[in-house]
């Protein structure tokens, strides 16, 4: 099973999946990481300080990479929902986001970038669209541990193919930074 965790830079998606890959049965792929060693892009932006993943080239190195022995190969990067059917979408409150975006020397225009993105719920539109199912889990105020606890509850879940109620809990549309945009 292939499942994308996605979100805004700065969501905690490296944070949790890192403590996924203590798991056994859990094969985890950071992907930005990927891309940047496999120079797995077509170009560099330089003046927005980023890659333009080659998404054909990305999806087919996944797909190398995916060892079946594993119970489950989770793709971290906020591009994961390009590739996986099944995705997890981190959210974190726009105000707390800048406050970690800001510590990461981004600049200011890459933060304020960010910062939109989350408060328009890009990429959670994005899933919607494109996956098959979704689940959206606010980050704002759970540490990484319980993060994980509750991906590993939506893994469980889909295992057993009862997902009901998960899809409810972390239904999609869930999480609402409209009051952001509008202060
Ligand atoms: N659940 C959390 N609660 C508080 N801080 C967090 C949480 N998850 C991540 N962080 C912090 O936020 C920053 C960004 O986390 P990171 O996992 O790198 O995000 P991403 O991979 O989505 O860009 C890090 O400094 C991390 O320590």
Request: proline share 2%; with cysteine; charged share 35%.
């Amino acid at each position: 099973m292939l499942i994308g965790i996605t979100g805004t830079p700065g969501t905690g998606k490296t944070s949790v999946t890192k403590l996924l890959e203590e798991e056994p049965y859990y094969q985890v792929i950071h992907l930005n990481e990927l891309i940047k060693d496999e120079k797995l892009y077509s170009e560099v932006d330089a003046e927005r300080d980023c890659v333009v993943a080659d998404m054909d080239m990305v999806y087919d190195r996944i797909l190398e990479l995916q060892d079946k022995s594993y119970t489950v190969t989770i793709v971290d990067s906020h591009l994961s929902h390009h590739i996986a059917d099944i995705v997890i979408v981190l959210r974190t409150d726009p105000a707390v986001l800048k406050e970690r975006l800001e510590k990461r020397n981004y600049s200011e225009e890459k933060v304020k970038e960010n910062l939109e993105a989350e408060a328009l719920d890009i990429i959670l539109a994005e899933a919607v669209e494109w996956c098959e199912k979704v689940f959206e889990i606010n980050t704002t105020e759970e540490s990484a541990e319980k993060t994980l606890k509750n991906i590993m509850r939506i893994i469980g879940g889909l295992r057993n193919g009862n997902t009901g109620e998960l899809e409810e809990e972390f239904r999609p549309g869930s999480v609402d930074w409209c009051d952001y945009l509008f202060d």
